[in-house]
């Protein structure tokens, strides 16, 4: 072997074992950080009724990353210890939540509770005056003895409802119950006169019967 040729090999063999230790320092850094990251899930609720809260919004401010809970308040999110993470919900004060750092594996769990943001509005009166010279106008025009009880007797009296009734139409029901009994009477009576309660002794015994008991007085 001359002296040219075993140079190469040495250097090729001397290249090729830092190549294997490169590779075996950055699969061992990779493992490292893949080691601290955090599978993290949890519940969002409500504190005063503890309710799921859905569509909560979960923002870590480190990553610079968030998600959504879903309709059951529940969330996952892959975070690293010591992450501050945001709870944001409208009508609910904004709280944080900080990965710890002492965890020694790679899942933890949650249970995180949302307060209520009370907000004491002023006072908001509504008028269906515009001004009050006007609310005085119609204080002193107003009949007080025209109440919602006296409208609803008069608009239901009998007269008002006899007048409704007879301007209006029958409806599809109506209608064909008068055309089936029509097509009834006429096949009942196929062949002989129609039925006349004139000439029916029947009739006349319940027409005598209800006059002697008075059924027949106007109302």
């Known amino acids: 072997m001359t002296q040219p040729f075993a140079t190469f090999c040495f250097r090729y063999r001397i290249a090729f074992i830092f190549c294997i230790i490169a590779c075996t320092s ?42 959504i809970t879903d309709y059951y308040g529940y969330f996952s999110m892959v975070v690293v210890p010591g992450d501050t993470l945001l709870f944001s919900f409208y009508g609910y004060k ?38 009050k010279e006007n609310f005085a106008r119609a204080f002193v025009e107003m009949d007080p003895y025209d109440d919602a009880l006296r409208r609803a007797q008069r608009e239901l009296s009998g007269e008002n409802l006899a007048f409704y009734a007879a301007r209006l139409q029958t409806d599809a029901s109506a209608s064909y119950g008068n055309a089936m009994n029509q097509r009834n009477t006429k096949v009942y009576t196929t062949g002989q006169l129609p039925v006349n309660n004139l000439f029916n002794p029947y009739a006349w015994a319940k027409l005598v019967q209800d006059w002697k008991a008075g059924n027949l007085k106007r109302e």
């Open 94 to 131: 904004t709280s944080s939540f900080i990965v710890p750092d002492s965890l020694t594996d790679n899942v933890y769990n949650i249970i995180h509770l949302m307060m209520e943001d009370t907000m004491n509005l002023p006072e908001v009166s509504v008028y269906p005056w515009p001004s």
């Open 26 to 67: 950055l699969t061992s850094t990779a493992q490292v950080e893949d080691s601290s990251l955090i599978q993290m899930s949890g519940v969002v609720i409500a504190e005063s009724s503890l309710d799921p809260m859905p569509f909560t919004t979960v923002f870590d401010i480190s990553s610079r990353r968030g998600i």
